[in-house]
Nanobody, 121 residues
Framework: QVQLVESGGGLVQAGGSLRLSCAAS????????MSWYRQAPGKRRELVAT???????NTANSVKGRFTISRDNAKNTVYLQMNSLKPEDTAVYYC???????????????WGQGTLVTVSS
């Protein structure tokens, strides 16, 4: 079984910072990419940032310049450094990974349980 364990969410004031972590564990061959999504109440889930195994990273325009995605391949962990947080960043943040389970099983997309980020003014 593959599991994504997220941490780092919480309550922060506008202008503050948080760092989210997502660690993958279980049986798999490799991780091809890891992403962060977020979903606010009444809103569609949106892609925040993605990073590939080679380190190529992309962030959504809404967070560009404020959020940075990174990863530690040795620890199978992805991070989302969130700076200059705004109230509109309030959402449940979900970790997502696209991994190669095995040669026979192929690829698999796995979601974390989500961690709540609340930004107050």
């Amino acid at each position: 079984q593959v599991q994504l364990v997220e941490s780092g969410g919480g309550l922060v004031q506008a202008g503050g910072s948080l760092r989210l972590s997502c660690a993958a564990s279980g049986s798999f061959f490799s991780i091809k990419s890891m992403s962060w999504y977020r979903q606010a109440p009444g809103k569609r889930r949106e892609l925040v940032a993605t990073i590939t195994s080679s380190g190529s990273a992309n962030t959504a325009n809404s967070v560009k310049g404020r959020f940075t995605i990174s990863r530690d391949n040795a620890k199978n962990t992805v991070y989302l450094q969130m700076n200059s947080l705004k109230p509109e960043d309030t959402a449940v943040y979900y970790c997502n990974t696209y991994l190669e389970l095995s040669y026979r099983a192929g690829n698999l997309e796995v979601w974390g349980q989500g961690t709540l980020v609340t930004v107050s003014s």
